[in-house]
């Protein structure tokens, strides 16, 4: 403390003295801290003041006073700041002084680049943060996409840095709806699965958005479809550690996650299981309804997760299964009204390619297909032998009579 | 419109002028509503059928998609299954109840005769150049091959096509593997039918040399005597020597007919090639 902030503790002293007569403590103290940050904004108040270089280095006192660092001085922060006038240049304000715990998550985060990520740069002007449950704050719940998406809704940087541009795919999802249309608090935001000073790249396993991380960072909201997702066999899979098996983000998308009743995404999810389902899906292609479903603008026609369920897919041998020879009557029966034991005998897979697992429909369609190909192949070259016959005929007696049926 | 019927504002070439009645309103009709609805399931099957081809969407999204492109396919296999029905009816009627005459068998029969085997070799004879050009009768052997085959695509498309529309009635009497077999039934049925129609009966019956660009006859009613005689030369013959020439007299047909006719054929055979081109491109892509 230098000489003239020693005078002025003791004149704090005497003034507390004659304070013990005032009947509201506090209040004593009020034009003190205003004091002490009124002294600096008697220049920095001035709100077209600038530094050499042109910068503005102006404070609002009265936003700054209702910011959630409000009730601290100046020289709190700037505290290499001693008297008056001070040298032109200063100390950067380092955070990590009160805030050493964040400082330490983001360093070891994929942000760790203080240069390019200073704490402003999310939580907004120094001298005007406010607490993340103001609606005025950078990290409101519903203002956290816009202030990700200052970079991560940027085509630049993510062709710097390889990511996908992924602000405007999350603002078209249903997470992105639910918080900007619906304002919903508990909607996902960016923070909600990848956290907020301690983020971590995908590919790290200590990251909530590693892949086998996936359905748990979901199931913090979705409990009850992590808990489905844990007894199917794709779950099974994932937590026995093969990290083929799909979770949350292979099918629903990290970002642009749909409503699943929404015909663009029975529109796309199908050719998403056929990513690894090769041969069920080519003989899915085959039948009524993909190629009816494939349409669009009419979703009713089944999809795989129509029959198989969607997050506790089990296999046709148990008994929990949709497919189960015991539930098909059911299953079936949920969109084909009089389904019977008869009709899910009905094969949604059926392959008329291959003559050792149907030989009934390889034999049918191997009758089609030669039908098919001897009618045309005859009657081509019948037609053209006619036309050619014809036309010579024709033109060979046109001097007859003009040539119209020769 | 009977000012119109006896004006003579045809310029077909006729060398008398005389027009034979070939075929019945009734019948004519029945083409019309035979080939609209045909169109209309080809058009929609074809979408249904190639539905990850490109233009499939974009024509079943032009419709208002798949539910729109389902319901007009089960609105032309109504129309078409009532044609088929009008039809068996007649032939029943005239056939059996009324016994008339050339239903069944003889020289109008649809039946095929010893007489349409040795038309079929005597005129690929004469495509080579090995022989004369047969004489047809009223039906010769492709139409009445069409006619069959329309027949019997009518009853395994129909008969496939109802099973998939109401399965899960049809499973009481079907097994369950039918029910796989009757889509691949009825895309290869229709998918013959759809190509037979398209490039063969649109150029054996239209656009071959002596009907091009097509026949009118089935849209008229009528044909000018000389093309009854180049075309038909024994059912011309049976009809002058049975006497019944006179009867068989028509009208020329008027010009608004020919024109009405002209066009509609022509948007049926410029949509028909659209669809050979596109299911080809299907086909073989």
Redesign the interface.
Known sequence: MNCAARKRARSRIRNRIFAVCVAVFAIAFAPIALRAQADCLACHGDASMTDSAGHSIAVDGQKFSSSIHGSLQCTSCHADIKDYPHPEKIAPVDCKTCHADQASSVSGSVHANASDHPCTSCHGVAHYIFPKDDPRSNVYPLNVPKTCGTCHGSPDLAKKHGLPNVYPLYMDSIHGFALSKEGLLVAANCQSCHGSHNILSHTNPQSPTYKSNVPKTCGTCHAKIEADYEQGVHGKAVAGGNLNAPVCSDCHTAHAILQPTESAFRMQSTPICGNCHKDKFSTY?D??H?????????VE?ARCWDCHGAHDVRPASDPASPINQANLVSTCGRC?????A??????PH?N?RDRKL?P??YY??LF??L??AG??IF??I??I???????Y??VKSRAGN?G??A | MPELETANTTTE?AVNGRYFVRFTRQQRYMHAALFTSFLGLAATGL???F??SFW??KF??GV???????FLHKLCAIVLTIAFLIHVKEVFQRGLLRREKGIFWGSTSMVANWKDVKDLFG??R????LGP?PQFERYAY?EKFDYW?VFWGMIIIGFSGYA?WF???F??F????A???V???HS??G??AI??IF??HF??TH????SFPMDMVIFTGVESE??FK??RPLEYKRMISEGKAESRLGVAPPLWLLNFSKAVGAIAIFIGLTLLVLTLTAYFH
């Not at chain 1, 008869?342 to 094969?347: D, E, G, I, L």
């Not at chain 2, 004469?126 to 150049?129: H, P, Q, S, Y």
């Open positions: 292609r039948t009524f993909s190629q009816l479903g494939s349409l669009g603008g009419y026609t084909h009204a009089g389904a019977n008869s009709f899910v005998k009905y094969q059926a008329a149907s009934a429909l049918i369609r089609m297909n039908l098919l009618v045309l009657f081509m019948h037609t032998l006619w036309v050619i016959r014809s036309r005929s024709q003009g119209k049926n | 070439s979408v249904m059928r539905s990850d499939a969407r079943a999204a208002g998609g798949f539910g729109a492109i389902l005129h690929m004469w495509f080579l150049g050009k492709w085959a998939m399965a899960p009635f499973a009481h079907l097994p369950g593997w029910l796989n077999a889509l691949i039934i290869e049925e998918l013959l190509l037979f490039a063969i150029v054996n656009l071959r040399p002596d000389e093309e180049h075309k």
